[in-house]
Antibody
Framework: EVHLLESGGDWVQRGGSLRLSCAAS????????MSWVRQAPGKGLEWVSA????????YHADSVKGRFSISRDDSKSTLFLQLDSLRADDSAVYFC?????????????????WGQGTLVSVSS | DIQMTQSPSSLSASVGDRVTITCRAS??????LNWYQHKPGKAPKLLIY???NLQTGVPSRFRGSGSRTDFTLTINGLQPDDFATYYC?????????FGQGTKVDI
């Protein structure tokens, strides 16, 4: 059974940093693209970052480009998101998602498994 | 970016009802439209991928259809476990974008 467990969410002051982790199990982590999606309080889902199965390609939404960085450690089946220069509007639950393919830029890719999320709160 | 618009934003229904949620894209995305179910405090769940393909383990009462810019999620015979928020999402073009969600409650 696929299981994704996020951690690292916390309360942080504006301008601060956090590192989110997503521990994966139940599938061969290497080879599948992974993604982070967030949900601000009372809002919908926003795709934040993605990384290809071999780690060679990454994507970051314009709203986080230059401040967030996605990475992966296949030896530990773990996905990371480094959050720097945090702003109040980065406050959200951050979900880790496994994609169905090795490439996130393949149109037929979709997020087939998700974690329950970790909460990031940024004071203003 | 491709804009995704869902309607309605919320609806009230009863167990056994047929529920229809629509999703409109700002440009043609066919067939790369996916549907997710989300309950508060839980992991979002993939229901339908690439317009009409049922994810493994999802009950057959969920059905997806549509083409070009207009897509529909239909739930035939609403069950108590189906009260949740539903999101459409396009994977046709980076960045992936989601609809604003449709909350289904009693």
């Amino acid at each position: 059974e696929v299981h994704l467990l996020e951690s690292g969410g916390d309360w942080v002051q504006r301008g601060g940093s956090l590192r989110l982790s997503c521990a994966a199990s139940g599938f061969t982590f290497r080879g599948f693209a992974m993604s982070w999606v967030r949900q601000a309080p009372g809002k919908g889902l926003e795709w934040v970052s993605a990384i290809s199965g071999d780690g060679s390609d990454t994507y970051h939404a314009d709203s986080v480009k230059g401040r967030f960085s996605i990475s992966r450690d296949d030896s530990k089946s773990t996905l990371f998101l480094q959050l720097d220069s945090l702003r109040a509007d980065d406050s959200a639950v951050y979900f880790c998602a496994k994609l169905s393919l090795g490439n996130y830029y393949d149109s037929s890719a979709h997020a087939d498994y998700w974690g329950q999320g970790t909460l990031v709160s940024v004071s203003s | 970016d491709i804009q995704m618009t869902q309607s309605p934003s919320s609806l009230s229904a009863s167990v056994g009802d047929r529920v229809t949620i629509t999703c409109r894209a700002s440009q043609s995305i066919s067939p790369y439209l996916n549907w997710y179910q989300h309950k508060p405090g839980k992991a979002p769940k993939l229901l339908i991928y690439v317009t009409s393909n049922l994810q493994t383990g999802v009950p057959s009462r969920f059905r997806g259809s549509g083409s070009r810019t207009d897509f529909t999620l239909t739930i035939n015979g609403l069950q108590p476990d189906d009260f949740a928020t539903y999101y459409c999402q396009q994977s046709h073009t980076i960045p992936w974008t989601f609809g604003q969600g449709t909350k289904v409650d009693i």
